[in-house]
């Protein structure tokens, strides 16, 4: 568990200062927390503000399945027949870099074997 955080004005004088080493420790400690907070097979999904995008998901979230973590989107839908239900998507986790990353990217090798 995270002893103390940094206060407001302290992160924002460390993104002023372009403290990125700081930053990056605080956002690792936070990650951490949150990671020790989450039980294995488990999630955790909130109420999205949809706003202008009706595709958007209803609700949105993170889980954790045998240690590897994903990301969460749930539809609310209506069946032909009328009847109320949910479905949804499971992704790698968004990285803030363009990309997902995945525990599965890791394990596989640029070499080809011919």
Do not use: C
Not at 6 to 25: F, G, K, R, Y
Not at 29 to 51: A, C, H, I, S, Y
């Amino acid at each position: 568990m995270i002893e103390s955080y940094p206060s407001t004005i302290e992160v924002e004088e460390m993104i002023e200062q372009e403290n990125l080493d700081d930053l990056a420790h605080f956002q690792q400690q936070l990650e951490e927390q949150r990671r020790m907070d989450m039980k294995d097979n488990t999630l955790v999904l909130f109420p999205n503000d949809k706003g202008d995008n009706p595709k958007r998901p209803d609700f949105s979230g993170k889980g954790l399945h045998n240690g590897v973590e994903f990301q969460v989107s749930v539809w609310q839908n209506t069946s032909k027949a009328g009847r109320p239900y949910m479905s949804g998507q499971i992704q790698p986790p968004y990285n803030g870099s363009g990309g997902a990353t995945s525990s599965a990217d890791a394990s596989v090798s640029d070499d080809v074997p011919f």
